[in-house]
């Protein structure tokens, strides 16, 4: 299986702030995390970016030979209470539904996180464009200082990225 990761942001854009990180230092941890266990179970997977740099969107997306993308991301928002796991899929997409909805299960029971569901996002550029399968995985709210920290744990980046592995495996299993 050819496989995208995608750690969102990077170089200029730092994505959502917390009170001490950004959301893509952490997206590029949890997606190197997720880039060996894939690779250690045979799949052919490609990172979009390997450092803190900012590719640019088209080359984000370039998935004719690939099978899944999987972006990965923080959450953020203006309330600082507000937390939990959210899994993105492109409206329309079967396929990125089912994805979505065996991350989103693996996430929820892997973390014990509040459970956002799955959600339908037509505006978001790497689910639009592209070709193949696509989410883009929510890990935690940033803005949360609770789960700032947590994002921040080299422990719990790992059950993330074990967890999207494991719901990529249930789906190309046919899991329902």
Known sequence: MNIIIDPGHGGKDPGASGQFSNEKDIALKISRMLYALLKKVGHKVRLTREDDSYPKWEDR??????????????????????????????PG??????LASLIQKNLKYQTGRIDRKIKERKDLYVLKK????????ETGFISNP???ISLNNAEYQYILASAVAEGIKDYLEGEV
């Open 61 to 90: 997306v370039i998935s004719t030979t690939e099978d899944l993308f999987i972006s990965i991301h923080c959450n953020a928002c203006g309330n600082y209470e507000v937390e939990g796991i959210e899994t993105l899929h492109y």
């Open 93 to 98: 997409s079967e396929a990125g539904e089912k």
């Open 130 to 137: 592209t070709r193949c399968p696509a989410v883009l995985v």
């Open 146 to 148: 609770k789960e700032e």
